[in-house]
């Protein structure tokens, strides 16, 4: 791995915990999983999207356009698929848009793969996926913000978008992240999502559910499918929303379900998180705000916990491609995961995103090894007995089912019953080279 040059002062800083300091042997912390819901997609998108053909005086010969994000969503290709295949069986002609707002590096090309690395494809899905950043001006909402349109969408007879309900990572709102915002943002590509955000992320909520309204009075809006992931990213429900639904009381129930689904962290306050990788397949900050208890964006109040002194982040995800928006949201990072940064991708998202890319868009400490970010976490967490560290470890923000959480936290699990320790706690062994310990074997 080669290390980026403006590091090169830093490249043999390593960092050693103070004479005779350990840290605290950790655990293995296994999330009891519910029962996973059996949800029938075909059998809840089919009927749902003949009702709304139905409603809207059909859609027989109708150019559809599907919208598809850059989220993580454990089965959006299933969904994708079973809203084109409903369109058909209905007599329309779907095609599937990328609906992402600047991800992707703001490039159609970018765009396209994203869907493909979900398994979007026109192979896979058999209708085409046309991806353009090209907009046109569809109007104005009554605060007078303009509202981009993709061309491709524009082209076409109406749009129908998938995608998960769940809150946002920006501010705490009605809509939260799904249909509403990506009819706002994810339609307008990096122009309409950049004039949606100009006004900062504390008014994100009034211009998304301006710009939703226009879309609906234009009659671009045709309805959408919601999906509602459970704590361990599980598909729990999927719902088809007509537009009255999309920034309305059908969306707003949605976003309370997915709250109440939402997975989170068993400890309200932390010296040290560790994070083995982000993304913008896991969130659109890179971390889920909400679990992680930081927003860091100006004019939003922060969530009411947790509260974590330190967070070291390792990698980034293979899906971002490079683009670690949100990285500000990490104290200290190692140098592999420098290597992994398009800065050009990041800061293009951080530009668009206003107020929200502000702060997150700030460079972490780097320092050469996985072992050297832990240490200085640890030294610069306020623990001056580092045995008593409270300290926890996960994949990522959006995989809560297993959890490292070191030996000062066990007792404090006792009354969570839908947890459960595994084994005995073991201490924190970082590989020759530096590297994060090796998971333990979950025996189930």
């Not at 979007?120 to 085409?128: F, H, K, L």
Request: hydrophobic share 45%; no cysteine; net charge negative.
């Amino acid at each position: 791995m080669s290390t980026p040059r403006l590091l090169d002062p830093v490249a043999d800083l390593h960092v050693d915990l103070p004479d005779g300091a350990s840290l605290p042997p950790w655990a293995l912390v296994r999330r009891k999983a519910r029962p996973e819901a059996d949800v029938d997609v075909d059998g809840v998108v089919g009927p749902g999207i003949a009702a709304l053909a139905e409603s809207l005086g059909g859609l027989t010969g109708k150019r559809i356009a599907v919208g598809a994000g850059s989220r993580g969503i454990r089965d959006v290709a299933t969904v994708v698929g079973a809203t084109v295949r409903a369109l058909q069986a209905v007599g329309a002609e779907p095609f599937i848009v990328p609906a992402m707002g600047s991800h992707g590096s703001s490039e159609a090309a970018g765009q396209a793969q994203v869907l493909a690395d979900y398994g979007i494809t026109e192979d896979t899905m058999g209708v085409p996926v046309v991806a353009t950043i090209e907009t046109i001006e569809l109007g104005q909402t009554a605060s007078g913000v303009t509202v981009r349109l993709d061309r491709a969408v524009s082209q076409g007879d109406g749009v129908i978008l998938v995608n998960r309900v769940k809150p946002h990572t920006d501010f705490a709102g009605d809509f939260g992240s799904g249909l509403a915002k990506m009819s706002a943002i994810g339609l307008g590509n990096i122009s309409g999502a950049t004039l949606t955000h100009a006004d900062g992320s504390a008014e994100l909520p009034r211009v998304i559910s301006e710009i939703s309204q226009v879309m609906k009075d234009k009659g671009v809006l045709l309805g959408g499918v919601a999906i509602v992931e459970d704590e361990l990213g599980r598909t729990a429900h999927v719902e088809v929303v007509p537009p009255a639904g999309i920034a309305g009381d059908q969306e707003r129930q949605l976003l309370e379900r997915a709250r109440s689904l939402h997975g989170h962290l068993p400890f309200e306050d932390l010296d040290l998180l560790v994070v083995d990788e982000m993304g913008k397949n896991v969130s659109g900050a890179g971390m889920d705000t909400n679990v992680i208890g930081r927003f860091w964006v100006p004019r939003v109040p922060e969530p009411a916990g947790p509260h974590i002194s330190a967070i070291t982040v390792h990698s980034l995800t293979e899906e971002s491609h490079g683009n670690a928006s949100g990285l500000g949201l990490a104290d200290v990072i190692p140098m592999r995961m420098a290597a992994q940064l398009d800065l050009r991708a990041s800061w293009i998202n951080a530009l668009t995103s206003s107020t929200g890319g502000l702060r997150r868009s700030r460079t972490p400490m780097v320092l050469p090894t996985d072992r050297d970010v832990v240490h200085a976490a640890a030294r610069m967490s306020g623990r001056r007995d580092l045995s008593a560290l409270r300290m926890a470890r996960v994949v990522n923000t959006l995989q809560l089912g297993k959890m490292m959480v070191s030996e000062p936290l066990l007792a404090e699990l006792a009354g969570h019953d839908d947890l459960e320790v595994v084994g005995d706690p073991v201490p924190v062994e970082f590989t020759a080279e530096g590297g994060l310990p090796a998971w333990p074997e979950d025996p189930a």
